[in-house]
Nanobody, 122 residues
Framework: QVQLVESGGGLVQAGGSLRVSCVAS????????MGWFRQAPGKEREFVARSSRIGSTSYGDSVKGRFTISRDDAKNTVYLQMNSLKPEDTAVYYC????????????????WGQGTLVTVSS
């Protein structure tokens, strides 16, 4: 069982930046694909970014060029740096951990955090 705890959400103005973090309670953190998803009210959960154990990354089309995912395996932590934020980025952001086969679908992830709310004001 892996527990994930997100932090760093909050209120930011459009055009601003925010970094959210996720700490995992596992001794095998480096093995997992770590992903970020988001869910806005009334919408489906959306893929944001993922980082594989070999260092490759992938991003959703709506955040490419603005968001950066990174991980620190020594600290069991994955980060999501969000720049040039837009009001449409407002959502609850979830951290997730999956096997090396995990890709962009939430179905590929076995463990989820409780989420952290990011609100972007116009």
């Amino acid at each position: 069982q892996v527990q994930l705890v997100e932090s760093g959400g909050g209120l930011v103005q459009a055009g601003g930046s925010l970094r959210v973090s996720c700490v995992a309670s596992t001794r095998t953190f480096s093995w997992y694909v770590m992903g970020w998803f988001r869910q806005a009210p009334g919408k489906e959960r959306e893929f944001v970014a993922r980082s594989s154990r070999i260092g490759s990354t992938s991003y959703g089309d709506s955040v490419k060029g603005r968001f950066t995912i990174s991980r620190d395996d020594a600290k069991n932590t994955v980060y999501l740096q969000m720049n040039s934020l837009k009001p449409e980025d407002t959502a609850v952001y979830y951290c997730a951990a999956g096997s090396p086969m995990a890709r962009d679908s939430p179905m590929g992830y076995d463990y989820w955090g409780q989420g952290t709310l990011v609100t972007v004001s116009s």
